[in-house]
C-alpha cells in the first residue's frame, strides 16, 4: 500500500512569491496534518484537517493557509514568502480520532 | 510553556551495542508519546507509541519506557545496526490536542 505522498519533491521560490504544496493521505485516512521543519530542529506543527474542515492550527501567520478535498487530499498555501520560509514541509495522516500520525517525504522549499 | 527536549544532541554506539536515546517533557497533561526515525532526506518513520496508561512497550528490536514520575522517556535499540543511523524525535500529545509536540531530536550515529 502506497504510504503518505507529497509533490513537489523541491521547489524553489523568490521572496514574495506563493506557494501550494499537495498531499496524499495514506488510502483510508481522513486526518491530514501540515508541519514545518526547519534544518536542525523538531517539526511545528501548522494546521491539521479532518473531513474537510480545519481542526487545529499552529502558531503560524495568515500567509500561511490549507484546504482538504473529499477525496482526503490536502493543499498547504503560503502567501508572501519570506526567507524564513525555507524549510522542509511535512504532511502526515492519521485514521479518524488517532494520535499516530505517518508522515510523508515533504517538500522542500527553498526561498531566495 | 510546553517542550519536549532531548538530552543529547549525538549518540555514537558500536554495532551491535544497545542505543538509549532519552527525552524529557514537561506538560503533566500529555499522555500520548511517540518516537520517529528521520533519514537524511526523508520524512519521519514512525518506530513505536505508547500512552501513559503503560510504563513500557516492546516493538521488534526497540523499547519504550515511559516514566511518568519524573516526566521522562527512552527509546532503547537492540543489537543497533549502522541502518538504526538517524535522527530520533520524540513526541508528545495530550487528550483533546490534534497536533503532536516534537522535541529537536537525536542524531544516533553507528560505528561498524
Known amino acids: 500500500d502506497a504510504g503518505v505522498t507529497q509533490s513537489p519533491t523541491h521547489l524553489i521560490k523568490t521572496r514574495g512569491q506563493h506557494v501550494t504544496l499537495r498531499c496524499s493521505p495514506i488510502?483510508?485516512?481522513?486526518?491530514v496534518s501540515w508541519y514545518q521543519q526547519v534544518l536542525g530542529q523538531g517539526p511545528q506543527f501548522i494546521f491539521q484537517?479532518?473531513?474537510?474542515?480545519?481542526?487545529g492550527r499552529g502558531n503560524f501567520p495568515d500567509r500561511f493557509s490549507a484546504r482538504q478535498f473529499p477525496n482526503y487530499s490536502s493543499e498547504l498555501n503560503v502567501n508572501a514568502l519570506l526567507l524564513g520560509d525555507s524549510a522542509l514541509y511535512l504532511c502526515?495522516?492519521?485514521?479518524?480520532?488517532?494520535?499516530?500520525?505517518?508522515f510523508g517525504p515533504g517538500t522542500r522549499l527553498l526561498v531566495l | 510553556g510546553e517542550s519536549v527536549g532531548l538530552h543529547l544532541p549525538t549518540l555514537s554506539v558500536q554495532e551491535g551495542d544497545n542505543s538509549i536515546i532519552n527525552c524529557a517533557y514537561s506538560?503533566?497533561?500529555?499522555?500520548?508519546f511517540i518516537w520517529y526515525k528521520q533519514e537524511s532526506g526523508k520524512g519521519p518513520q514512525f518506530i513505536i507509541d505508547?500512552?501513559?496508561?503503560?510504563d513500557k512497550r516492546q516493538g521488534q528490536r526497540v523499547t519504550v519506557l515511559l516514566n511518568k514520575t519524573v516526566k521522562h522517556l527512552s527509546l532503547q535499540i537492540a543489537a543497533t545496526q549502522p541502518g538504526d543511523s538517524a535522527v530520533y524525535f520524540c513526541?508528545?500529545?495530550?487528550?483533546?490536542?490534534?497536533?503532536?509536540?516534537f522535541g529537536s531530536g537525536t542524531r544516533l550515529q553507528v560505528q561498524p
Open positions: 505508547i500512552r501513559s496508561n503503560m
Open positions: 484537517y479532518y473531513e474537510k474542515e480545519e481542526r
Open positions: 506538560n503533566s497533561a500529555s499522555d500520548y
Open positions: 488510502s483510508g485516512h481522513k486526518s
Open positions: 513526541a508528545e500529545s495530550y487528550t483533546g490536542r490534534r497536533a503532536l509536540t
Open positions: 502526515a495522516s492519521s485514521l479518524s480520532g488517532a494520535k499516530t500520525q505517518y
